[in-house]
């Protein structure tokens, strides 16, 4: 899986989706410092799933709209140990085989799914409601004199 980690996301949590065989980038590593607009816009770029603790990207993600080749998933859990948290996203993230299209809410003991508004879903209801709008004008041009 192609993983965009926030700069929030620990180190030590990196390295273990990396040691499960996921492909990832770290905005700590490679942006330092990037505003949140940016990391979106990297994870799109690069078709990657955003992992992040930061529950801006929510409101993020439903008002600008993510392609369905991308995807955000906000952690909102607690862990005894680095280690532990380690664990847990690592489940997580195997627990679901394809998070693209998705923004997901984890929290202590539930994952909750919704799905992301995409650009070209927005496009297509936009032309669809221009059609439903000319046929009940009488088509293209209807009403007009000339």
């Known amino acids: 899986m192609r993983l965009l980690a926030d700069e929030n996301f620990p180190r030590t949590v990196i390295l273990a989706l990396r040691a499960n065989g996921h492909h990832v980038l770290a905005i700590r590593e490679s942006a330092p410092g990037s505003a949140d607009e940016a990391v979106l816009d990297l994870a799109q770029e690069q078709q990657c799933i955003l992992v992040t603790f930061d529950k801006d990207f929510g409101e993020l993600a439903f008002r600008r709209g993510l392609p369905a080749d991308c995807g955000v998933v906000l952690f909102r859990i607690g862990a005894a140990s680095v280690a532990q948290l380690a664990h847990r996203v690592v489940n997580v993230l195997h627990s679901q085989p394809d ?7 984890v929290d202590d003991d539930r994952v909750a799914f919704d799905r992301c508004r995409t650009h070209e879903r927005d496009a297509a209801m936009a032309a669809l409601a221009m ?16």
Do not use: N
């Open 131 to 146: 059609l439903d709008l000319q046929q009940k004008l009488g088509g293209p041009g209807a009403g007009r004199t000339g």
């Open 99 to 105: 998070w693209q299209g998705l923004f997901a809410s």
